[in-house]
């Protein structure tokens, strides 16, 4: 026990000595062009040794590893900023096909998959059929930094799979129902996309009585929808997407 603290304080005192001497030994401007390139380029080569070769081994597959350093570098080159380039490196996103003769979700999940990789992200389609176990060994192999429902039970039995889970993947999806209202309160779920469901109801009902009546009909008008996260859902305008009843 005495030598663990003796280390302690021996380390204590080396991370805090090379942070003040600088600011006590060197009190005129650094005009040497030496060291000021020397510190212009310490946080950049701080940051590759932290990272490398760190990263490509950071995933199941050295490939994977490999392919998000050629990504961040090529970003990097063309003047990507730090976060930017740090996200699309992260991992993976993950598109649940929960309904696949849904042309719905079809569409919702065709959508999203070209938008991200517009963005650069990778993207999978996996075929979601409440195979717990099934997806936990994806999410061991693919370590994926998102995961996207596109239908409200998707959603909701994600949110389930990730109750007590620190390192599951940040969660998204569509659906406004209580229990995913619950799961986005407590933070297993980061964004919903929420639909008026009043509205839907009525352009539907709307939809049906003229033709009953034999008038003509044009064909659905869309719904708008609202992206709601933990902070804005007590909003007054997301409170009636959210609890309609209320």
């Known amino acids: 026990m005495p030598n663990m603290l003796l280390y302690i304080l021996v380390a204590a005192g080396v991370t805090y000595a090379v942070r003040v001497l600088p600011l006590t030994l060197l009190r005129r401007p650094i005009t040497?062009?030496?060291?000021?390139?020397?510190?212009?380029?310490?946080?950049?080569?701080?940051?590759?040794?932290?990272?490398?070769?760190?990263?490509?081994?950071?995933?199941?597959?050295?490939?994977?590893?490999v392919a998000a350093l050629a990504m961040g570098v090529f970003?990097?080159?063309?003047?990507?900023?730090?976060p930017k380039v740090?996200?699309?490196?992260?991992?993976?996103v993950l598109l649940l096909d929960s309904l696949p003769g849904d042309n719905g979700v079809r569409e919702r999940m065709?959508?999203?998959?070209?938008?991200?990789?517009?963005?650069?992200?990778?993207?999978r389609i996996y075929r979601w059929t409440s195979d717990s176990t099934a997806f936990a060994n994806i999410l061991r192999i693919e370590r994926p930094k998102a995961v996207i429902a596109f239908e409200a039970a998707a959603l909701t039995e994600m949110a389930e799979l990730s109750r007590g889970e620190e390192a599951f993947p940040l969660l998204y999806?569509?659906?406004?129902?209580?229990?995913?209202?619950?799961?986005?309160?407590?933070?297993?779920?980061?964004?919903?996309?929420?639909?008026?469901v009043f509205s839907a109801g009525y352009l539907a009902v709307?939809?049906?009585?003229?033709?009953?009546?034999?008038?003509?009909?044009?064909?659905?008008?869309?719904?708008?929808?609202s992206v709601v996260r933990q902070e804005t859902m007590y909003s007054s305008d997301n409170q009636k997407l959210l609890f309609p009843v209320t």
């Not at 020397?38 to 199941?60: E, G, I, N, R």
């Not at 740090?86 to 993976?92: E, F, K």
Request: with cysteine; net charge positive.
């Open 110 to 123: 065709e959508a999203a998959k070209a938008l991200l990789e517009e963005k650069g992200r990778q993207v």
């Open 206 to 225: 709307e939809a049906a009585a003229k033709l009953a009546r034999h008038e003509s009909w044009r064909g659905a008008a869309s719904v708008g929808f």
């Open 173 to 196: 999806g569509c659906g406004s129902t209580a229990g995913i209202a619950a799961a986005l309160e407590k933070g297993r779920v980061t964004a919903i996309a929420a639909v008026n």
């Open 75 to 82: 970003f990097a080159y063309r003047g990507a900023s730090l």
């Open 86 to 92: 740090a996200a699309l490196c992260c991992g993976t």
């Open 32 to 65: 040497s062009p030496f060291l000021q390139s020397f510190l212009y380029y310490v946080p950049y080569v701080t940051l590759s040794v932290m990272t490398f070769p760190a990263m490509v081994d950071a995933t199941q597959s050295p490939i994977a590893g």
